[in-house]
């Protein structure tokens, strides 16, 4: 059953995939992104002659967002799945990070989700039904050097998704994370970096360790075919398309062995999670309302 979907940051990466492979399959789809009349004019051209509806959309903007969904729901006759797609890298040294570089990450990966979630989730309340995928990452279940403030959202995108899954299950809304590893596509070369560098020198020869270890994963990426962007977007579909009520919560998709050790540690936690809450009797908030 063709899927009205309503998917942010679509002008590059996984989300650009994802919109042209749900198109392939005969959905319907929102692409939203910002300046599309500037320097996404013309991705925002490709997707829409590819069938999509184009609308502007920055997730850190409240206005920017209400009006969005509401014209998204509008230009869609209605919404079944929203994919919080949007997101911002870092690299570099955590200590070099400020107050300010955390805020402006957290207003994308985080305070946009929030965003997003409060303009649909009551469309969905409306309707007894819906989906919101959130896209985190492997490194929002473990830390690697190096990309703490961006591992620090992804963590607490991981904690809203396990929030609005129980609050919601009653409403007939489904909740997913999807949990990529690293791929090569433009989210790699558009980073944020600290902005004081001030401390550098009080580093030494450890200051080249970041950009080597960067370069190093780049090459094992880019040598490995199995870790192809479009398999995210694949993964993205199979979870819209799987019948209501028996979607995972999570889905990893990685192909060079992270990917494996982490289902280990989402099973357990799952186990861990349905125990607690069996213990506190809460546990039927675990399944969605059919």
């Not at 979607?247 to 280990?264: E, H, L, Q, S, W």
């Amino acid at each position: 059953m063709a899927q009205k979907v309503l998917i942010t940051g679509a002008s590059s990466g996984f989300g650009k995939l994802t919109v042209k492979t749900l198109l392939e399959k005969g959905h319907q789809v929102a692409a939203t992104m910002r300046n599309i009349g500037g320097k996404n004019k013309d991705v925002a051209a490709e997707l829409g002659n590819a069938g999509a509806k184009i609308i502007e959309l920055d997730v850190t903007d409240e206005q920017s967002v209400i009006s969005g969904v509401d014209k998204a729901i509008a230009e869609l006759g209605g919404l079944d799945v929203l994919m919080n797609n949007a997101g911002t890298g870092t690299l570099g040294m955590q200590e070099f990070f400020t107050t300010e570089d955390y805020k402006k990450l957290f207003d994308v990966n985080l305070f946009g989700v929030q965003r997003m979630n409060r303009a649909a989730i009551p469309y969905f309340r409306k309707q007894n039904k819906g989906l919101i995928i959130y896209t985190t990452s492997l490194l929002g279940r473990i830390a690697m050097p190096f990309y703490g403030p961006y591992q620090s959202s992804k963590w607490a995108l991981e904690s809203m998704a396990e929030n609005y899954r129980v609050e919601l299950s009653t409403f007939g809304i489904e909740n997913c994370i999807i949990e990529p590893g690293g791929y090569p596509t433009e989210f790699m070369d558009n980073l944020l970096k600290p902005s004081d560098s001030s401390r550098a020198d009080s580093y030494g020869d450890f200051m080249q360790f970041p950009v080597n270890m960067f370069s190093a994963f780049e090459k094992v990426l880019k040598e490995n075919p199995q870790q192809n962007p479009q398999r995210v977007a694949d993964a993205a579909a199979e979870l819209i398309e799987k019948p209501f009520g028996e979607k995972p919560f999570r889905t990893t998709v990685d192909f060079i062995g992270m990917g494996d050790a982490i289902n280990k540690y989402n099973e357990h936690l799952d186990q861990l999670t349905t125990a607690l809450y069996t213990n506190f009797g809460i546990n039927g908030l675990l399944s969605v309302k059919k």
